[in-house]
Nanobody
Framework: VQLQASGGGLVQPGGSLRLFCAAS????????MSWFRQAPGKEREFVAG?????YYADSVKGRFTISRDNAKNMVYLQMNSLKPEDTANYYC???????????????????WGQGTQVTVSS
């Protein structure tokens, strides 16, 4: 499975961005697809995930929306009301063996894409 993330950029606080993750080879409807992020000097953290339902970190709930198009092998992260603390490198990840209790754990994922940088600044 290969994952290609894109859509990052520079946006002002309160603005919006949409991230894209294109998956090729080996994903299916039951594959868990998620977004993680890592800011300089900080640990990688879970942002949002989707399998049969959606999961969100408390810090983004109500502002971010994850969705997928299985026919196109795409996963999206719509980010609204962006804050400076959302600044990070965002990564998409995929896993075929996750259970609900491990969806927020990066070590549970088998495949990772390269990051796409999101910078929220005025």
């Amino acid at each position: 499975v290969q994952l290609q993330a894109s859509g990052g950029g520079l946006v002002q606080p309160g603005g919006s961005l949409r991230l894209f993750c294109a998956a090729s080879g080996g994903t299916r409807q039951s594959t868990t697809m998620s977004w993680f992020r890592q800011a300089p000097g900080k640990e990688r953290e879970f942002v949002a995930g989707i399998r049969w339902t959606e999961y969100y970190a408390d810090s983004v709930k109500g502002r971010f929306t994850i969705s997928r198009d299985n026919a196109k092998n795409m996963v999206y992260l719509q980010m609204n009301s962006l804050k400076p603390e959302d600044t990070a490198n965002y990564y998409c990840a995929a896993g075929n063996r996750l259970i609900t209790s491990t969806i927020r754990e990066g070590t549970a994922y088998d495949y990772w894409g390269q990051g796409t940088q999101v910078t929220v600044s005025s």
